[in-house]
């Protein structure tokens, strides 16, 4: 009742493919693999989305005559090689497999869920916080970038934090998890601006969302059930402080990316606007919310957009490319 208030015409397609079968992208893992991976995907008529983003788009009509990719393309995170069948391909990838260096080949995600590591726009040397890590898919994105000086890992919870740590020895290998470089860590990542304050070049909060998608689908400990509604309720609230603390350990002049797999515009935009003006607030600290509408054509062909948020994008399920609900804002601490 209250997405088709939100979403009016569009919310019978969003249902719909909310209802049928997601798609998934497989993440080429840049430490186990040479160039055969990406062979033996494309041999199944998957295409590297990014790569074709980033590097082979369309020219605009008004840019015509250059050749070269747009500035904002180079923003992206560098390395991430991610495929996807292609619109109205409704295929499957096979099990990722061990390769010959007894690491997984590829990670099965939801390809939209790339999106706010893409955006996060990492560069060689950051020092990164990935506050809500676990199971993993992201913080296993951010270090295949190759830009990670260092990579703080955190999740409230245990248990998802030991998975995060086999998904870690599944991908990485041990001179990269060790070295001081990968650190996870369990704790309540509301708390981070004290401990870590003014620390990170790029932090990625990934926050607990009502995961509109999943929810339909599971009826076990389902977060719209009636014992859990209090929970639900207090989901923006719980949100914001992620947010908030997640910005202020970003150094002045870094940059967040908040995301969530939610349609729900009080877990998105409201979150991130809420977030800012505490932040002003309370600490007189500016942060300045960036415009991704560049970003947003890159991927056009691949995901389906909502055309309408104030702030941040929402990739929206489709039948054609059934990823998503994922929403992401990139922001940058001003001061
Ligand atoms: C959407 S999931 C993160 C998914 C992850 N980023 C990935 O890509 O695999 C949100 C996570 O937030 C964690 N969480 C909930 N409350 C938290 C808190 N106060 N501090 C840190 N993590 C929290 C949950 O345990 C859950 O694993």
């Keep these: 009742m209250t997405y088709s208030v939100q979403f009016g015409d569009l919310w019978p397609s969003i249902r719909v493919s909310l209802l049928s079968e997601q798609k998934y992208g497989a993440l080429v893992n840049n430490f186990a693999s040479g160039d055969h991976v990406s062979a033996e995907l494309e041999q199944l008529k998957a295409r590297d989305f990014v790569n ?131 650190r996870v860590t369990s704790w309540d990542g509301r708390k981070w601006g004290e401990l870590e304050g003014d620390t990170y070049d790029r932090v990625l909060v990934d926050v607990p969302c009502t995961t509109d998608r999943h929810s339909l689908h599971e009826e076990e400990n389902n977060i719209f059930k009636r014992s859990r509604k209090k929970e639900r309720q207090m989901l923006p609230m719980l949100q914001m402080q992620l947010l908030a603390a997640g910005i202020l350990a970003t150094k002045p002049g870094g940059h967040v990316v908040y995301s969530t797999c939610s349609l729900s515009h009080l877990q998105n935009e409201y979150v991130v606007q809420g977030a800012i003006e505490l932040l002003d607030n309370q600490y007189s600290i500016k942060v300045q919310v960036e415009d991704l509408t560049h970003f947003r054509k890159l991927f056009m062909n691949a995901f389906s957009f909502f055309p309408s948020c104030q702030v941040g994008e929402l990739v929206i399920p489709n039948l054609m490319a059934n990823f998503g609900p994922v929403y992401f804002c990139k922001m940058c601490r001003m001061t």
């Design 52 to 182: 074709e983003a980033v590097f082979h788009r369309e020219p605009e009509p008004e840019n015509n005559q250059t050749a070269a990719p747009s500035p904002v393309s180079w923003a992206c995170s560098p390395n991430l090689r991610c495929f996807t069948f292609t619109r109205g391909d409704v295929s499957r990838f096979p099990p990722a497999r061990l390769g010959s260096l007894g690491l997984m080949d590829y990670y099965l995600m939801d390809a939209a869920s790339l999106l706010p590591v893409l955006a996060l726009g990492l560069q060689p040397g950051d020092t990164v916080l990935d506050l809500c890590a676990a199971p993993g898919g992201k913080t296993l994105a951010l270090l295949q970038t190759g830009c990670c000086r260092n990579l703080a890992a955190n999740d409230l919870s245990t248990s998802r934090t030991s998975r995060l740590q086999r998904v870690l020895h599944s991908y990485v290998p041990q001179d990269v998890r060790d070295k001081n470089r990968v």
